[in-house]
Nanobody
Framework: QVQLVESGGGLVQAGGSLRLSCAAS????????MGWFRQAPGKEREFVAA????????AYADSVKVRFTISRDNGENTVYLQMNSLKPEDTAVYYC????????????????WGQGTQVTVSS
């Protein structure tokens, strides 16, 4: 079992920044790729970014490339999402997930999820 707890969400003005954190406990953290997804009301859960277990490979949705950066600290069992130049359309609940499979952008392939953290960007 892996337990995931997100934090760092909040209300920010357009153009601002937030850093989300996802703390993991349980089984060996570095054996899982980690992903961030988001879900706005009435919409499907959407891939945002993912990072390999070693942290050497990353992937991003086109909508957040350049603006968002995913990173991880395996010594601290934590994955981060630095979000810059935020836009109102980034407003959503952000979830982190852990997967031992290769399809990082597919939320159904993730085995563990956190409870989510709300990000609201005002215009």
């Amino acid at each position: 079992q892996v337990q995931l707890v997100e934090s760092g969400g909040g209300l920010v003005q357009a153009g601002g920044s937030l850093r989300l954190s996802c703390a993991a406990s349980g089984r060996v953290f570095s054996s899982y790729a980690m992903g961030w997804f988001r879900q706005a009301p009435g919409k499907e859960r959407e891939f945002v970014a993912a990072i390999s277990g070693s942290g050497t490979r990353t992937a991003y949705a086109d909508s957040v490339k350049v603006r968002f950066t995913i990173s991880r600290d395996n010594g601290e069992n934590t994955v981060y999402l630095q979000m810059n130049s935020l836009k109102p359309e980034d407003t959503a609940v952000y979830y982190c997930g852990a997967t031992s499979f290769g399809a990082w952008s597919t939320w159904r392939m993730y085995e563990y999820w956190g409870q989510g953290t709300q990000v609201t960007v005002s215009s």
